[in-house]
């Protein structure tokens, strides 16, 4: 699976597990935020197999095209 990329738009804590809801091509889904504990809302995150494996930066989106937010995209398909 390739990764993909979502914006942050609430964050909760479920059995001490900070958990975002994530808006992914105006879809929401939830994503733990176990290897990204400092993301805050309104942050960008990359996922990977339904968890946020780290935060993108405006710099780094612009320049990585492949993370095009669509699961399934990418240049390497």
């Not at 494996?53 to 995209?73: A, C, F, T, W």
């Amino acid at each position: 699976m390739n990764p993909f990329a979502g914006v942050i738009r609430a964050i909760t804590v479920e059995a001490g597990v900070p958990v975002a809801r994530v808006s992914v091509d105006g879809a929401l889904m939830r994503v733990p935020l176990v290897f990204v504990q400092d993301a805050a809302v309104g942050d960008t995150i990359l996922i990977s197999a339904g968890i946020a494996i780290s935060r993108l930066y405006d710099q780094q989106s612009q320049e990585n095209p492949d993370v095009s937010g669509h699961p399934g995209k990418g240049s390497g398909d």
